[in-house]
């Protein structure tokens, strides 16, 4: 029984380190540079990679309007806020290097920096939302049709990276039984969130696009139309794009796509801004039936960004006590908390606020994610371990494991009344986090911003 304690509580520390790491992790950084020998263009793009991520993870987090009072560093800044890196696709030649990188940066260096800057952002990821992407005004409206260059141009759109994972659904058998065409103009709420669920969504976004003219002439007219479904609240937004020079239907449809990402991101993270410096205190209780209940809600409880600390303050058979320290107001905080199938509501009884867990939607079924493009899933269900590259640590002065943004205290001791809790202590085999492989190393980079070639590792070549 103590050794299952120990172990359950170890992944759930981790599962919640995963949680906040995905977030300030960078996939699919291409460089390619060209320099006068191979060894001195792999440094550059190195170098060059660090900027670029740090950007994406900015624009991720920030508000378009704040994207330019962010500070601009070198690589040799930037380094020591990166947890590790990899390299994946690497190709060379004498005086060319390519790859695409992935970084991880630590969370609360990010965030220091950011504070010091004075600039508010988000890091609470939304559910994803499922994209029915409709092309045509009613009665000659398509959907999943193989022709329908509406949808066409969400899939070809590059993996999402903003807090808000858009999932466009893959048209098999399954959704065109779940949804059709005039459904989704009806706003059929129960047939779309029979869709939605197939992709782990509870939001989808109807977006119907009406194309006006003829755009091999020119000057072609684009309305779209998106509605949000899901939840209490229907919210539909219209915009008008025109054709520009130079650009056909194909690159039309793809700039108004990305215009509704955009938007829904930063409606997201404006609802979503944290200030950092400034943090409430809020008292809740957790009702639970026992300790696998219990310990569900702080493995989930370790997701919400938000919450910078949690503490045990009482526990009994039939509920705990907790002091949260988060940043943000309490009805943002109640948002974070649903992100991760939580609910945080005031007391029935008694007055005080209550968290539980969030009861799963009658006849949810979650298509399998092996079933689904890796174009196509949410950011945060992309584990690292997905990725065939080797994770290079960024500089020896790097921590091995990465803190956790919520730390717990436990009560000196618990009522002698409930024998499912944790002993004061525990064999030392088990109070010790599981081990991790020791990744390859990667030198830092050296003091003009540039990242040292590794000694070994041959990459193929290219002309």
Known sequence: MLCAVALCGTLAAAEGRAAEADIFTVRGVDVDVTAETAAAAREQALAEGHVLALRRLFARLLLQEDLARAPDLPA???????????????????????????????PDAVRELLRQSGLAHAETQSKPVAVVPVYGAAGEA????DDNPWRQAWTQRPSDDGLVPLVVPLGDLGDIAALDVGQALAGDRQAIAALARR????DALVAQAVLEGDPLA????????????????QQTVIDNYTQQPDEDLAALLARAADAVDQQIQE?????????????????VTVPHDGLREWLEVKRRLRGVAAVQRSEVTAVSRGHSELRLTFAGSENQLARAMAQSDLVLAPAAVGGGWQLRLAEAPAGAAQQPMSQQPMSQQPMSQQPMSQQPMSQQPMSQAMPQAMPESAPETMPQSLPESMPETMPESMPQSMAEPMPETAPEAMPAPTSDGAAAPAPSSEAPTVE
């Open 142 to 145: 398509k959907l999943w049709e």
């Open 218 to 233: 020119g000057g072609a007219k684009l309305q779209v139309g998106t509605t949000r479904i899901g939840g209490e609240s």
């Open 76 to 106: 040799s800044q930037i380094a020591p806020m990166v947890q590790d890196f990899g390299v994946d696709d690497e190709r060379t030649s004498d005086v060319r290097y390519l790859a695409t990188l992935t970084f991880r940066f630590k």
């Open 267 to 283: 409606a997201w993270k404006r609802e979503n801004l944290l200030r950092l410096g400034s943090h409430q205190v809020l008292e």
């Open 199 to 202: 992709y782990g969504a509870e």
